[in-house]
């Protein structure tokens, strides 16, 4: 993921609604691709994740689009629910500290009643 | 994750000081990490582990150091802290078949 400075990007939908998070990377050698939710207080968390062998992969009520060749990652939640409020960020796989990831700054995704 | 725990959950310290924050799993992974976390920024790699007798430096090591005392735990001193240390620090911990990290709680830590 690239650092895009001091100030998340927050994305408001409503309740009921699709959220696309968005998360570009800039490393072209990169394979590998997680998705972390990070709710205030707590440490990362898992959601999903792809190979850079494969564009889309679904996992329950989220998908993970992956166009390599703009070096694109998209996360999309459907029907957002309240406790979707997190924080999402994309980490992707390289070696240049042996086999370790790099980390997004983050979207702030705050779901409207 | 509860199978990653870390503590304190929260200190605050002053400039100079020594401290020293653990982490351990029961996970079974031998895979250990540090990373720190400053806001709007993304997580950063300070040290990781891929065994007990092996330590690597990651991207911001300068002021800090580890000991994986054995393949559960993990710790991460700051020999003598300074303000700009001030952060959420993050362990995670992986296994060598997989790719995907897990965090732990994290620890806040503040230098005054």
């Known amino acids: 993921g690239e650092s895009v400075g001091l100030h998340l990007p927050t994305l408001s939908v409503q309740e009921g609604d699709n959220s696309i998070i968005n998360c570009a990377y800039s490393?072209?050698?990169?394979?590998?691709f997680i998705w972390y939710k990070q709710e205030s207080g707590k440490g990362p968390q898992f959601i999903i994740d792809?190979?850079?062998?494969?564009d889309k992969r679904q996992g329950q009520r989220v998908t993970v689009l992956l166009n390599k060749t703009v070096k694109h990652l998209s996360l999309q939640i459907a029907a957002t629910q309240p406790g979707d409020s997190a924080v999402y960020f994309c980490?992707?796989?390289?070696?240049?500290?042996?086999?370790?990831?790099?980390f997004g700054p983050g979207t702030r995704l705050s779901v409207l009643p | 994750d509860a199978d990653v725990t870390q503590t304190p959950r929260n200190r605050i310290t002053k400039t100079g000081k020594r401290i020293m924050l653990e982490c351990s799993q029961t996970?079974?992974?031998?895979?250990m990490y540090w990373y720190r976390q400053d806001p709007g920024l993304g997580l950063q790699l300070i040290y990781y582990?891929?065994?007990?007798?092996?330590?690597n430096k990651g991207e911001i090591s300068d002021g800090y150091s580890v000991s994986r005392q054995a393949q559960a735990k993990f710790s991460l001193s700051l020999e003598s802290a300074i303000p700009n240390q001030t952060a959420l620090y993050f362990c995670?911990?992986?296994?060598?078949?997989?790719?995907?990290?897990?965090f732990g709680p994290g620890t806040r830590l503040t230098v005054l």
């Open positions: 995670a911990t992986s296994d060598s078949s997989t790719d995907t990290q897990y």
């Open positions: 490393n072209s050698a990169s394979d590998y």
């Open positions: 792809i190979r850079s062998n494969m």
């Open positions: 980490a992707d796989l390289r070696d240049n500290y042996g086999q370790n990831f790099v």
């Open positions: 996970k079974g992974h031998d895979r």
């Open positions: 582990s891929f065994d007990v007798k092996d330590i």
